[in-house]
């Protein structure tokens, strides 16, 4: 026979890596990991590689390209009785668990891609609420809602999750589409802020600014009522729980998950907790000050 046509009996480790498509480093990984047996090392002390090792490379190398961990292909090399009627047995295990993995990962790509393309349409950061929420703004203006209000708005969601987050945007349509409220909002919030730690929670600045706050949230209030925003809320509620029915049956239970059902929303008190706010102590004083208005005039009508 022309020796040029003898195949070697034993191969280097770059020559095997270069043959099964793979690298000498990660070969050496297979072996630390006790995927692939420590094969026979030459005269120089260095690894060589059969046939029985090449096919073994050859079936990693196509179980990896398949998404098969290499955990899993241990396991299966290790379970499987080589040669035998249940040989594959362990793989079909393997693979059943994969296919598992894969669906999984399809409908996270699907909510990925759903989430991007809402984005586009949308604009990038009233696409990041979810559905809900951004089906309640759809009918203003581009550019109608500030970044403040965006913000506020992906707070709530976390907070009261979308149902609470969209009923929370018809404050938010109300301001968008009567600039005079808008105007005495921003006046409002101003006075609000300017009240820093400078300020003693008994100055009485705290308390005038208090009455201005709550003379506008019923300013507010009369003009969601006037144009017809509040029964919109009404439906918002119907629409959640034909979406949610399991909500509804539970009491709201499953309300905490938003719209791609990985992140549960939190109660108020996780919230205060968890979320900065640097409001100094008279403006939060002027914050409780306007609650009690508010429930005095509830409690009075």
């Not at 005495?184 to 101003?190: F, G, I, M, N």
């Not at 706010?277 to 004083?285: E, F, K, N, V």
Request: hydrophobic content about 40%; aromatic content about 4%.
């Amino acid at each position: 026979m022309n020796s040029s046509f003898v195949p070697p009996r034993r191969v280097k480790i770059g020559d095997a890596a270069s043959f099964v498509g793979t690298t000498p480093r990660a070969i050496r990984h297979y072996h630390e990991i006790g995927l692939l047996p420590e094969p026979e090392r030459g005269s120089d002390d260095r690894r060589r590689y059969g046939y029985d090792e090449m096919i073994q490379l050859l079936w990693i190398r196509k179980m990896t390209e398949a998404g098969i961990a290499l955990d899993d292909i241990r396991d299966a090399f290790v379970d499987a009785a080589p040669d035998g009627p249940d040989s594959d047995h362990g793989v079909a295990g393997i693979l059943e668990r994969l296919e598992s993995t894969l669906v999984a990962q399809e409908a996270e790509l699907a909510r990925q891609r759903s989430a991007v393309q809402r984005m586009r349409t949308r604009g990038s950061r009233m696409g990041l609420l979810s559905d809900f929420v951004t089906n309640r703004l759809e009918s203003l203006p581009e550019g109608s809602l500030r970044q403040a209000d965006l913000d506020n708005l992906l707070v709530i969601e976390r907070v009261f999750g979308p149902l609470g987050a969209a009923v929370n945007a018809t404050r938010y349509i109300a301001l968008s589409t009567h600039p005079g409220l808008r105007e005495e909002s921003d006046r409002v919030d101003a006075a609000e802020e300017a009240l820093d730690d400078t300020i003693a929670v008994d100055d009485p600045r705290v308390a005038q600014v208090a009455a201005e706050r709550h003379a506008f949230e019923l300013a507010l209030d009369a003009v969601i009522e006037e144009s017809g925003l509040a029964q919109d809320d009404d439906a918002l509620f119907d629409s959640w729980d034909v979406l949610h029915p399991a909500a509804a049956d539970d009491g709201g239970a499953e309300a905490s998950q938003d719209s791609g059902g990985e992140q549960r929303s939190m109660n108020v008190g996780e919230a205060i907790g968890k979320m900065p706010y640097d409001w100094s102590p008279a403006r939060l004083r002027c914050i409780e000050l306007a609650e009690e208005m508010s429930a005095h005039e509830s409690t009075s009508s």
